[in-house]
């Protein structure tokens, strides 16, 4: 069982509608982090949340963290085929201990059809 | 142009046959580490680098070895590879560890027959 559950874990849609990828886990987690991958490439960092309850938007995408700190969610309004990639889910400082590392969710793998 | 350079891209080798997969970057960066990426189990820490001559083990480190000689450099050691470590391997570098945005290398898919 990994500690970060990311869902779906493929979802394929057609351009223009609207989808949501969750990050849950049982952990608190200092910050949280997502990225996304393309093909041959390796992970580009969207957005880092770190307050309970805050939410950040980039263009379509917007991203909220938990009032617990402990699951987030990415939405993307109106999805391009550009966005089509694998999402990654990252938390950081979930307890003393791993304070510096950076543990990852399995991944949502996002196709969206023109 | 920033970046971490990693080498090689590719690589097939076979059980035993001790291999090293280099990492590099520029940016000055205190914070390395080393992930692999498998199907469905996103990425996985194998060991990362607070600074020069210190490194800690990730979640998976059985296998792997790393040194920190330099702040630049941080090159992954499989002494004895086997099967189970075919796997598509990524290094990033980052400010300090932890919230902080990692750049990653651009990857180094190995096959051990």
């Known amino acids: 069982t990994q500690l970060l559950e990311q869902s779906p874990q493929f979802l394929s849609i057609q351009e223009g509608e609207n989808l949501t990828v969750y990050c849950n886990s049982s952990s608190v987690f200092s910050s949280l982090q997502w990225y996304r991958q393309e093909p041959g490439e390796g992970p580009v960092l969207l957005v880092t949340?770190?307050?309970?309850?805050e939410v950040k938007k980039l263009k379509r995408l917007t991203f909220q963290f938990g009032d617990a700190r402990k699951d987030s969610s990415l939405h993307i309004t109106a999805a391009q085929p550009g966005d089509t990639g694998l999402y990654l889910c990252?938390?950081?400082?979930?307890?003393?201990?791993?304070?510096?590392?950076?543990?990852f969710g399995g991944g949502t793998r996002l196709m969206v059809k023109p | 142009e920033a970046q971490v350079t990693q080498n090689p891209r590719y690589l097939i080798t076979v059980t035993g046959k001790k291999l090293t997969v280099t990492c590099s970057q520029n940016m000055n960066h205190e914070y390395m580490s080393w992930y692999r990426q498998d199907p469905g189990l996103g990425l996985r820490q194998i060991y990362y680098s607070m600074n020069v001559e210190v490194t800690d083990k990730g979640d998976v480190p059985e296998g792997y070895k790393v040194s920190r000689k330099e702040k630049r450099n941080f090159p992954l050691i499989l002494e004895s590879p086997s099967p189970n470590q075919t796997s598509l391997y990524f290094c990033?570098?980052?400010?300090?560890?932890?919230?902080?945005?990692?750049?990653f290398g651009p990857g180094t898919r190995l096959t051990v027959t």
């Open positions: 949340v770190v307050t309970g309850g």
């Open positions: 990033a570098s980052s400010l300090w560890g932890g919230p902080t945005e990692q750049y």
């Open positions: 990252a938390g950081a400082g979930q307890s003393v201990d791993a304070g510096n590392m950076l543990t």
